[in-house]
């Protein structure tokens, strides 16, 4: 049996805003298929670790491989950055949904989701339409192509995010927080339309507070805090309590046990 490849490869990855160092050599691997998920306190450096996969921010050290490309690689002295072509490939087939949805607010959601693939796949226009429309439909907004961010609620406006990124056809979607700016009662939806993803096999890295989702879906789990991934396993042994006192400290103050 061909084992896959990892289409993700961190290793030692640090980065410092000034003399503040918020990834402290992050080592992650994530595999074709794989629904890896994120959790931690607010603060520890989740954020900033997945736009670094993608180079919204430059690391400062460290190696990492994304979809086939090596993005930057070395150490403090020689560290070193793949030239911006590959970073623009990268980018996009491993797109990121944010956590406040990031869209275009002057654009329609039709035009939200051709900009890519015709500025950035070449694309023909006629194409990118029919791939919208139907990356819509599969989000549930199969009716809202003319209609504005502005006239969407924040849940509806996540969905356009996600359709967004599938538009790409993308090979990795990388999720930060995709309900944390939500109203409680949007939220749900948004995990289903994350978890049809999960069935259909898509290989997504996911930043979430959502502990049952997390456990439900996740292959893998890493709790990160302060710049370090701390704890890394399945959900049964993240979640089992025999593991770090730490890790079990967390998730009794996020999702105390009954
Ligand atoms: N652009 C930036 N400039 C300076 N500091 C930043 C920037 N982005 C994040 N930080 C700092 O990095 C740390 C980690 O932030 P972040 O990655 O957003 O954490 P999380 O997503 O886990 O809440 C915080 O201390 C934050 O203030
Ligand atoms: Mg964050």
Avoid at 58 to 64: D, K, V
Avoid at 156 to 183: C, K, N, W, Y
Avoid at 209 to 231: K, P
Wanted: charged fraction near 20%; include cysteine; hydrophobic fraction near 40%.
């Amino acid at each position: 049996m061909q084992v896959p490849g990892p289409i993700l490869t961190v290793r030692g990855l640090c980065k410092s805003f000034g003399g503040n160092q918020v990834l402290k050599g992050v080592d992650l691997e994530v595999r074709k298929g794989e629904v890896v998920m994120i959790i931690g306190p607010s603060g520890s450096g989740k954020s900033t670790l997945l736009r670094s996969i993608n180079m919204l921010e430059r690391p400062t050290a460290g190696y990492l491989s994304v979809n086939n490309h090596e993005l930057c690689w070395g150490t403090d002295g020689s560290f070193q950055v793949a030239p911006e072509r590959d970073i623009r490939k990268v980018r996009a087939k491993v797109p990121i949904v944010f956590q406040h949805f990031n869209l275009f607010k002057h654009l329609s959601v039709l035009e939200n989701l051709v900009q890519g693939p015709i500025h950035v796949l070449g694309r023909s226009r006629k194409e990118a339409l029919a791939t919208a429309r139907e990356r819509l439909a599969a989000v549930g907004l199969a009716d809202k192509g003319d209609a504005y961010p502005a006239e969407l609620s924040g849940g509806q406006q996540q969905r356009v995010g996600i359709a967004r990124a599938l538009a790409m056809h993308p090979d990795m979607i990388l999720f930060d927080e995709p309900t944390s700016a939500l109203d409680p009662e949007l939220v749900s939806g948004i995990l289903d339309v994350i978890r049809e993803l999960a069935d259909r096999g898509m290989t997504m890295v996911i930043v979430t507070h959502e502990m049952s989702f997390a456990r439900r879906l996740g292959d893998t789990i890493h709790f990160m805090e302060a710049g370090e991934i701390i704890a890394s396993g399945s959900p049964q042994e993240l979640f089992s309590g025999n593991g770090s006192a730490r890790v079990n400290a967390f998730l009794n103050l996020i999702a105390p046990s009954p």
